[in-house]
């Protein structure tokens, strides 16, 4: 309801009582004196912790939307809230059988119909003939298998993921009727830093140590033109298998929150490899265009690794080849993991300029902030510009992010000038306030629409490692304005000549 309705309704509600159980006869006019009754105006307001709004299952629903089978839980062995944001990922890039193609295809080269005697003596010589080009070492014989190798798209997207925390619309806040500003671009302004990345590749149906040797790499697209970032060279490092990936789920609690220290402790979790963070962090981050990060819309896992397989002794040869060859048996197998250790520390390469702090928050004013129809005659408003003490904007902006911001409270233009020139604001976590002087106040109250809006803009920080900025579980960002209109004096409110009687 618009302000000279407000004061009009309230005023003449309160009247019609007293004219109609008296002789008193009705006024040609009303005037209300006021002073010192204040409206508030809410130009937005917005609360919450960083942990909450970055939360695994938030992470989690990001990353399900760009179809990617990855698992997300938050991780924080220290089990304090001062410890940094971070992540486990886990993704189970494919499980594949441990085997030899060419003793396969001489047992499946005998003709249909064989006898069972002719299969059985055709299997023993192969066998035999296999295991005499088995080469010994240390008097133990080491098998190598078939090549594992593969390109698989993960289906994971950061681009997407980065991309639905700063354009979606924040559940809890903005509006029904519109969606936010896209934001996305932003994220191209961020590099992380120290992210880990761990291989874990467990066998299944053999008790014998397996190591493998060549590579996995990951790349930001299928193309043969597009750069493979080494995770590990296994060939001049091999790397061992496992009993068995640790089983995250079980470790985590009911909020999804890993307690315990599984990549440290590799006694009791023990791992295939640590992979190489620094270029997993170079690809996470994307590839560097024009001083920013664009990061990929793609995750590609290329890997090719060889097992080979110790063996005591000859028996532990046949057996093996045996069981490889037997349809009934149990394969021999490897899965393949790759858990991410992702910690939210960061540095800004680019400064930061989020025009409506507000509405990057999903919590911003629609409209004038009067509630007056865009470009409505403000002279019905403009009449009470002496009506109107007073004027000011009170605030209030927390930052624990340990981000460096600065940032304004800025108006629109309308017939190409500013309702009041730019304020700066304070980011301390206290109250403030400014008040607009009398022009502005006539400004306010003759045009629409008065859409201010709150900027912010978070600077640039160095390269150092000092000076990357770390988030920390009990962080929290906070935010609210309101526009406080009060009046003192008096002012006309009804007129029974305006209003045709």
């Not at 004061?7 to 005037?31: H, K, M, N, Q, R």
């Not at 940032?407 to 730019?422: C, L, R, Y």
């Given at each position: 309801m618009k302000l000279h309705k407000k004061?009009?309704?309230?005023?003449?509600?309160?009247?019609?009582?007293?004219?109609?159980?008296?002789?008193?006869?009705?006024?040609?006019?009303?005037?209300v004196k006021s002073e010192g009754a204040k409206y508030g105006f809410p130009l937005g307001s917005t609360e919450f912790k960083i942990s909450e709004k970055f939360s695994a299952q938030k992470v989690q629903d990001a990353i399900n939307s760009s179809s990617a089978n990855l698992t997300v839980y938050e991780f924080n062995p220290e089990n304090s809230g001062d410890s940094i944001i971070?992540?486990?990922?886990?993704?189970?890039?494919?499980?594949?059988?441990?085997?030899?193609?060419?003793?396969k295809t001489t047992i499946q080269s005998l003709p249909d119909g064989a006898p069972e005697t002719a299969v059985e003596a055709a299997k023993n010589a192969a066998i035999d003939a296999f295991i005499a080009e088995v080469p010994q070492t240390n008097g133990k014989y080491v098998y190598t298998a078939d090549r594992l190798s593969a390109t698989i798209d993960t289906g994971l997207n950061f681009k997407s993921?980065?991309?639905?925390?700063?354009?979606?619309?924040?559940?809890?806040?903005?509006?029904?009727?519109?969606?936010?500003?896209?934001?996305?671009?932003?994220?191209?302004?961020?590099?992380?830093?120290?992210?880990?990345?761990?291989?874990?590749?467990?066998?299944?149906?053999?008790?014998?140590?397996?190591?493998?040797?060549?590579?996995?790499?990951?790349?930001?697209?299928?193309?043969?033109?597009?750069?493979?970032?080494?995770?590990v060279n296994a060939t001049l490092n091999p790397v061992s298998a496992v009993d068995e990936t640790p089983d995250l789920a079980s470790l985590a609690d009911d909020n999804g929150v890993i307690l315990t220290d599984f990549v440290s402790n590799t006694e009791q979790y023990p791992m295939s490899a640590e992979l190489n963070g620094d270029n997993m962090t170079a690809f996470i981050n994307g590839e560097e265009v024009g001083g920013l990060y664009v990061k990929h819309e793609k995750v590609i896992i290329d890997y090719e690794l060889t097992p080979s397989i110790e063996f005591d002794n000859e028996d532990e040869v046949r057996a093996f080849l045996e069981a490889m060859l037997d349809e009934n048996a149990e394969s021999a197998t490897a899965t393949v993991s790759i858990i991410l250790r992702f910690p939210l520390k960061l540095k800004i390469i680019e400064d930061i300029v989020i025009d409506d702090l507000l509405d990057f928050a999903g919590s911003a004013q629609e409209g004038d902030l009067l509630?007056?129809?865009?470009?409505?005659?403000?002279?019905?408003?403009?009449?009470?510009?002496?009506?109107?003490?007073?004027?000011?904007?009170?605030?209030?902006?927390?930052?624990?992010?340990?981000?460096?911001?600065?940032?304004?409270?800025?108006?629109?233009?309308?017939?190409?000038?500013?309702?009041?020139?730019?304020?700066?604001?304070?980011?301390?976590?206290?109250?403030?306030?400014?008040?607009?002087?009398?022009?502005?106040?006539?400004?306010?109250?003759?045009k629409s629409p008065f859409t201010p809006a709150i900027s912010a803009t978070i600077s640039k920080t160095t390269s150092d490692e000092d000076d990357f900025i770390r988030i920390t579980r009990d962080a929290s960002f906070g935010a609210w304005a309101v526009f406080n209109l009060t009046t003192g004096g008096s002012a006309e409110v009804w007129n029974s000549e305006d209003s045709g009687e």
């Open positions: 004061i009009g309704i309230a005023v003449i509600a309160a009247s019609v009582p007293l004219f109609s159980c008296s002789d008193l006869t009705v006024p040609e006019s009303v005037t971070e992540y486990i990922m886990e993704y189970q890039v494919e499980r594949k059988e441990i085997a030899t193609t060419s003793l993921i980065f991309d639905s925390f700063a354009s979606s619309d924040d559940e809890d806040g903005g509006s029904e009727t519109s969606e936010r500003t896209d934001y996305s671009d932003i994220f191209n302004k961020i590099g992380f830093t120290g992210v880990k990345a761990y291989a874990y590749i467990d066998k299944d149906g053999i008790d014998s140590d397996i190591k493998f040797i060549g590579r996995i790499d990951v790349k930001g697209s299928d193309t043969e033109a597009a750069t493979p970032y080494n995770l509630n007056r129809d865009d470009g409505e005659d403000g002279s019905d408003f403009d009449e009470y510009s002496d009506f109107i003490e007073n004027i000011n904007c009170e605030y209030k902006f927390t930052n624990g992010m340990n981000l460096d911001f600065s940032a304004k409270i800025s108006s629109n233009t309308v017939d190409g000038e500013k309702f009041f020139e730019d304020k700066s604001i304070e980011f301390d976590g206290e109250e403030h306030s400014f008040s607009m002087d009398k022009s502005e106040i006539s400004k306010i109250m003759s």
